[in-house]
C-alpha cells in the first residue's frame, strides 16, 4: 500500500490514530450492536419475534389457524392481519417505504412478505409456534422471470431522475458517421445485501415514548420512518444504534420488521427483541436488482467516441419501483459528443429494490467498461489509450461544468505502471503457465462525491480530554476514527485524548451514513464545532483573572497545539488543562454545523479510480483465480490510513465477488429464493481475493468540502468487476457478457 501525498498540500495533515477507535473494544468482544443490549429494561421482561412469511409469490391470505401455536410453549401472542393494531388511515409517508407490510392487509405481493409475527420467551419457542401455524391463501398469477418479459417494459412510475431518459447530441448521426460500432447486451443479476450483523430491532415502550435500538445506517430516518409509519409523534421516537455490522445500503432505510417489532412491543407490553435469520436477509430487507443492458458505442477510426446508447432494464417488485441507474455511467463517464440513456422496469412478485453499494455505478461500470474493452479491441487500441482519448476533462452531463478536482489520468499513470501493464499481450489467449491461461484488464471505476448539512458538538473536559458527539453512524468503516481525529485536530491535541459518541437521534443531526457521504457531511460539522469551542475559551481566558491571556484582546489571541497563546507576545499562555480546571472543571462546550455550500451547483463532484486485475483461469475447468488487483483512486484527502484503505479494500473484494461469485437465484415457479444463504449464494473468501494492491493519489479536494475528502464507502466496488471480467477475456479468449463469469459460462460460450 502506497499513499502518495501532493508536494503542495495545502492542509496541515491531521493526526491520525494507528487503529480504529473501537478496534479494542471490537476483538475484546465488549462491543455491543443492536442485538446485544439488554439494559435499561428488565432483561426478564424481554421477549422475542419472529416474523412468519408468506409461501406464495402473489394473492391474498384468507385464514390463520393460530390455536396451536396459541398453546405452544413460550408463546406471548401471535399477531396477524386478522388481529393487528389498526395503525393511521392510508399508506406510511416518506421517509417510510410505502410498500412496508405492516399486517394491515391480506395481500401478498412475494414470497416471503411478512404475513404474520410470533412473539414468545426464546426465539426457538417463536420459531416452533410460527412453524403451527395453519394458512390459508388464495393464490393469484404472479409475475415472475422478467427477463422474458422485457415487452412489459416501462418508464418507471417515481424514477427521482431521468424520467424518459437522457438524451445529448445526435446520437442517430453518432452511428452514422462511426467507422466502429459495438452493440452488445450486458446482464447483472440480482444481488442480496449480506452484512455480517443481519437487521435487528429491540423495541420498547414506556408510555407512548418508544425507543429502539436498531442496525441502521440512518438513525434519524428510522426515527422519522417509525413515527410516520405508525403514526406517533417522532418526538416520541429514539433510536440507538452505536455500531453496525456492515449496512451496504440495505440498512440505509426502515423496513417492516422495525415497526412490527414496535407493534409487536406495544401489543405484548414488553420490550421485544426481532432479529432476522440470514435466510431473512434475502428478500425483506432490499436487493440490487438485475439489470440487462443493450450498450452501442459508435466511434471515429482514432478511437474518439461519437455516441454512447445504453438502454437499461431492470426487475422492479410489484410494490415500488426502484431504478438502479446502471446507464448512468453513461452520461458522464467518457466525453462523448452524443449519448442517449434510458432506465425501464418489469414489474415482478419480489421484494422491493434499494440501494447496494454504489447504487448505479457498480454495475455500470461492471458493463460499460466491458464495452469500452470491446471497442478497443475492435480498434487495435489499448484500453487505457481509448479512455484517455476519450478523457471527460468536464462533465459532460451537466454541460461541461467542472469537477472539483480530478486526477484521474494519475490513476491510469501510476496503476499501469504499479501492475506492470507494458507486459500486458494485446491478443488474448496468449499466455499461459502450465495449465493456467493469464489474462490482465482494466477498467475505470467512478462515483459521485456527496455531502448533505450536519451537525455536531464538542466539549471540552477536565484533564485536557476533549468529547465530540453528533448523530451519525459507523458501520464499521471508521466514523468513530476519523471524527476523534478531526476535533483534536481543531483543537491541537491528541486524538488519543477524544471521546466519540455517534448513533443515537438525541444527538445533533446527521445525514445517513450512505451515498459515501458521513465523512464529508459530519467533519466539516466537527470543524466548525472546535472552531467554535475555540472562540469560547479564548473568551474564557481572556475574561479570567488567574489567565495569562487576562485582559489580551480575543483578536490578539490563538490555539496552537493545544495551548492559547497571544500572538503578540509569546510568552503569554494558557494551557487547556489549566484554564478548564479553573472553570470550577465546568465543561466548555460549543455546537457546529455544516452544509454543502453553493459550489455544489457549479460544479461536479466525483471520485475517480483505476483498477487492473489479473486472472488466471483453468484450461480445462475454467476455473477463475483473481491473483492480483491492483487500484488507485483519487478520492481527496484520505482520512485515516487504516480504515480508508480498508474501506477500499472491501469494495475491491467486493468487485471481485460481482465477477466471479454473487448471483441471486429466484424459483422461476414460486418466487423463492433458491440460494438464501451464505452456503450457495457465494461471496469470496480470502483464497479467492489473492493481492489486492490499494493505493490513492491524495490530493485534497478542497473544492468540495473544507476537509478536502470525498467519501469512499462505495468507489471500491466500481470498476473491479469489469477489471477481471476484461482479464478473463485477455486469459480465455471468450467474451462472457453476463455476471457472475462463472466456469459453466466459459465452457459452454
Ligand atoms: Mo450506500 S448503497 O448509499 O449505503
Known amino acids: ?99 412496508l407490510t405492516l399486517l394491515q392487509d391480506t395481500s401478498v405481493a412475494y414470497n416471503g412478505q411478512p404475513i404474520a409475527v410470533v412473539v414468545a420467551k426464546t426465539l426457538n419457542e417463536a420459531k416452533a409456534a410460527a412453524a403451527l401455524l395453519k394458512i390459508g391463501y388464495t393464490p393469484q398469477p404472479a409475475k415472475l422471470q422478467w427477463e422474458k418479459r422485457l415487452d412489459e417494459a416501462r418508464w418507471p412510475k417515481n424514477p427521482g431522475k431521468d424520467s424518459a431518459g437522457n438524451h445529448r447530441g445526435d446520437i442517430n448521426l453518432a452511428f452514422a458517421e462511426a467507422a466502429v460500432t459495438v452493440d452488445n447486451t450486458y446482464v447483472t443479476p440480482i444481488q442480496f445485501h449480506n452484512p455480517m450483523e443481519t437487521h435487528a430491532t429491540i423495541a420498547w415502550w414506556q408510555g407512548d415514548k418508544l425507543t429502539v435500538y436498531d442496525a441502521t445506517q440512518y438513525i434519524s430516518g428510522v426515527r422519522m420512518s417509525l413515527a410516520r409509519s405508525l403514526n406517533i409523534p417522532v418526538d416520541n421516537v ?53 439489470t440487462i443492458n443493450h450498450i452501442r458505442l459508435a466511434a471515429r477510426e482514432d478511437g474518439t467516441l461519437l455516441g454512447m446508447q445504453h438502454d437499461n432494464v431492470m426487475n422492479a417488485s410489484v410494490l415500488e419501483d426502484f431504478v438502479e441507474h446502471a446507464e448512468g455511467v453513461s452520461k458522464n463517464l467518457y466525453q462523448s459528443a452524443a449519448s442517449s440513456v434510458t432506465a425501464k422496469v418489469v414489474e415482478t412478485n419480489l421484494g422491493v429494490s434499494t440501494y447496494m453499494r454504489a447504487p448505479g455505478e457498480a454495475p455500470g461500470t461492471a458493463v460499460v467498461e466491458i464495452a469500452l474493452d470491446e471497442l478497443a479491441e475492435k480498434l487495435k487500441m489499448d484500453p487505457i489509450a481509448l479512455r484517455l482519448k476519450n478523457y471527460a476533462e468536464t462533465d459532460p452531463s451537466h454541460e461541461g461544468r467542472p469537477w472539483s478536482s480530478k486526477h484521474l489520468r494519475e490513476c491510469y499513470r501510476r496503476g499501469a505502471e504499479k501492475f506492470g501493464w507494458a507486459a500486458r499481450n ?74 466519540v459518541k455517534l448513533g443515537d437521534s438525541t444527538l445533533p443531526i446527521a445525514p445517513v451514513s450512505g451515498g459515501s457521504q458521513s465523512s464529508a457531511s459530519v467533519l466539516p460539522a466537527i470543524q466548525d464545532a472546535t472552531a467554535q469551542l475555540k472562540l469560547k475559551l479564548i473568551d474564557l481566558a481572556i475574561s479570567d483573572a488567574a489567565s495569562p491571556l487576562h485582559g489580551l484582546q480575543a483578536a490578539d489571541c490563538d490555539l496552537r497545539d493545544g495551548r492559547l497563546v497571544s500572538k503578540s507576545q509569546p510568552g503569554r499562555s494558557d494551557g487547556l488543562v489549566e484554564l478548564v480546571s479553573r472553570n470550577k472543571n465546568q465543561p466548555v462546550e460549543a455546537q457546529g454545523h455544516a452544509e454543502p455550500g453553493e459550489a455544489r451547483d457549479s460544479m461536479s463532484t466525483q471520485s475517480w479510480g483505476a483498477v487492473f486485475a489479473e486472472v488466471a483461469v483453468d484450461r480445462h475447468t475454467k476455473m477463475v483465480k483473481v491473483r492480483r488487483v491492483v487500484g488507485v483512486y483519487d478520492i481527496g484527502v484520505l482520512l485515516n490510513q487504516k480504515t480508508g484503505l480498508n474501506q477500499l479494500m472491501g469494495g475491491m473484494t467486493w468487485g471481485i465477488s460481482f465477477a466471479t461469485h454473487e448471483q441471486g437465484i429466484v424459483d422461476a415457479a414460486t418466487g423463492r429464493i433458491v440460494n438464501a444463504n451464505l452456503a450457495e449464494y457465494h461471496v469470496p473468501v480470502n483464497a479467492d481475493v489473492g493481492v489486492l494492491d490499494v493505493n490513492v493519489i491524495g490530493i485534497p479536494d478542497l473544492k468540495f468540502n473544507p476537509i478536502g475528502s470525498r467519501g469512499i464507502g462505495e468507489i471500491g466496488i466500481t470498476g473491479t468487476a469489469a477489471a477481471v471480467a476484461n482479464a478473463i477475456y485477455n486469459a480465455t479468449g471468450k467474451r462472457v457478457r453476463q455476471y457472475p463469469i462463472t466456469a459453466d459460462k466459459l465452457l459452454m460460450s
Request: glycine fraction near 10%; charged fraction near 20%.
Open 1 to 99: 500500500m502506497q499513499i502518495a501525498q501532493d508536494k503542495e498540500q495545502p492542509l496541515k495533515p491531521v493526526a491520525q490514530l494507528d487503529h480504529r477507535y473501537e478496534g479494542i473494544a471490537k476483538v475484546t468482544g465488549k462491543a455491543r450492536y443492536a442485538a446485544e443490549f439488554s439494559d435499561p429494561f428488565s432483561k426478564a421482561d424481554l421477549v422475542y419475534a419472529f416474523i412468519v412469511q408468506a409461501t406464495i409469490p402473489s394473492g391474498s391470505v384468507n385464514s390463520i389457524e393460530t390455536t396451536s401455536a396459541d398453546r405452544a410453549p413460550g408463546v406471548v401472542s401471535v399477531i396477524t392481519p386478522f388481529n393487528a393494531p389498526r395503525l393511521a388511515q392510508g399508506p406510511p409517508q416518506p421517509p417510510a417505504r410505502r410498500s
Open 238 to 290: 429514539r433510536v440507538i444504534d452505536p455500531l453496525v455490522g456492515g449496512g451496504f445500503g440495505s440498512k440505509g432505510s426502515m423496513w417492516s420488521h422495525v415497526p412490527l417489532c414496535a407493534m409487536a412491543a406495544k401489543v405484548v407490553n414488553r420490550p421485544v427483541k426481532l432479529v432476522l435469520d440470514r435466510e431473512q436477509m434475502f428478500g425483506l430487507v432490499g436487493a440490487r436488482p438485475s
Open 426 to 499: 494485446l491478443t488474448p489467449g496468449q499466455r499461459s503457465e502450465g495449465k493456467w491461461l493469464v489474462g490482465h484488464g482494466m477498467a475505470t471505476a467512478t462515483y459521485p462525491a456527496n455531502r448533505s448539512a450536519a451537525q455536531a458538538i464538542v466539549r471540552l473536559l477536565p484533564g485536557g480530554r476533549l468529547f465530540v458527539a453528533s448523530g451519525t453512524q459507523d458501520l464499521g468503516t471508521g466514523t468513530y476514527t476519523i471524527m476523534a481525529q478531526q476535533a483534536a485536530a481543531g483543537l491541537g491535541i491528541d486524538p488519543k485524548k477524544v471521546e
